[in-house]
């Protein structure tokens, strides 16, 4: 492997990393919004008149299922990221694709969207979003029309 390709090796590995923070940021902060209502429906008091105690259980209990569901989605998302192997080199613009155009540089994994790298703006796409299924299949020297705006694609990772 050349020097270049050992830079870019770790400059996926660094958004990757980055991108497995944010998410298991996220789900930090779920998991304390999970507990916290938690405790405020456990510790509503039937002393309460009976309808007000009845309410805000019931609607603890659905802020709990809706951040549970919350929480899921973020599990899938690390497991998703979790598939990209960063020594992989791509012929075309495919999942886990490190895709540097004239414009931008895009990550192909996950819609979390642009992060920094070493200073460094970096799109993290999926190949669902508009973008995405543009530069889906597409080789170095292709263009694209996104926007108004032809593209070249000049490197694949």
Avoid: W
Wanted: aromatic content about 6%; charged content about 30%.
């Amino acid at each position: 492997m050349t020097d270049n390709n050992t830079n870019y090796t770790q400059t996926k590995t660094l958004i990757l990393n980055r991108l497995k923070e944010i998410i298991d940021e996220k789900a930090a902060i779920i998991r304390t919004e999970i507990q916290l209502a938690h405790e405020t429906r456990d510790n509503e008091t039937k002393s309460n008149v009976g309808d007000k105690y009845e309410t805000t259980r019931e609607m603890m209990q659905l802020e709990i299922e809706k951040n549970r569901i919350q929480l899921h989605k973020f599990e899938v998302l690390k497991n998703e990221l979790s598939k990209i192997d960063v020594y992989k080199t791509h012929n075309k613009i495919e999942y886990g694709s490190l895709v540097i155009t004239s414009e931008n540089k895009y990550f192909i994994s996950i819609g979390l969207g642009k992060i920094e790298i070493e200073n460094d703006a970096v799109y993290c796409i999926s190949l669902i979003s508009p973008i995405g299924k543009t530069l889906q299949d597409k080789k170095v020297a292709e263009k694209i029309n996104f926007q108004g705006k032809e593209i070249l694609v000049t490197k694949i990772i």
